[in-house]
């Protein structure tokens, strides 16, 4: 039994194996017409970049890091393999989110002991190094295999950071501390189970938080990134945002 994160490579073999299944039930043909007008979505690389920068633990060895182009060009081979190969299954329409602005979240600030309202730079000129190869190489697919298939960068950093910026604009009161769980390590999120007990460790209203832990947006947070990605410009989603992939007809 696997436990914990499962790798892009075993999330596309249980495809394959589910393609198989569909192949069996309703045939070849007719699994083609269907996976030609889904939507398959990939988010990924955030946990590598998480796991990237943050600073070893002492006592248990130090391992030397490749540099952060090396590490960038890691990510996106392997990210070309497994899109190459959803593509040979079937897939047609596909939307890669880029990395968000980690620089940013409330673990990264925490550790690089960062003022509210200051990101790390180099936590975040990393990933926008690792987005701009990322939309590099989706351009290059698109030219290779479109127009059947169509390959969408959704921009999450840049919508991120606005909604960062802006986040009382957005009906916000705080964007720097997350509702759920402590500042400063561990990071715990919790809320006590005695139901006449506030725990300090829940904010009262998360809909008034951009960050719901120390690592991830709140729902209301998503919600704006998703509208814009959805029905955005090029400058969100690009070529086409996601509303007009889903319109879209491949051949």
Known sequence: ????????????????QNRNFMV????ENRTRELLKKAIFSLTIGSNDILNYVQPSIPFLGHHDKVTPTTFQDFLISNLTIQLKRLHELGARK?????VGPLGCIPFIRAINLLPNGKCSGEVNALIQGYN??????????NQEMGPEAIFVFANSYDVFVSTIANYRQFGFENADEPCCGAYFPP???????????????????????VFW??????????????????DGDESSSFPINIRKLYNYNSK
């Open 187 to 209: 990071f715990v999120c919790f809320k006590s189970g005695d139901a006449n007990t506030s725990s300090s460790a829940l904010c009262n209203d998360r809909s008034k938080y």
């Open 213 to 230: 832990d120390a690592y991830h947006p709140t729902e209301a947070a998503n919600l704006i990134i998703a509208k814009q990605l959805v």
């Open 1 to 16: 039994m696997q436990i914990g994160r499962i790798p892009l490579r075993e999330q596309v073999n249980n495809f394959e």
């Open 94 to 98: 596909l939307v890669i989110v880029g």
């Open 24 to 27: 069996n039930t309703m045939g």
């Open 132 to 141: 701009e190869k990322l939309k590099e190489l989706l351009n290059r697919l």
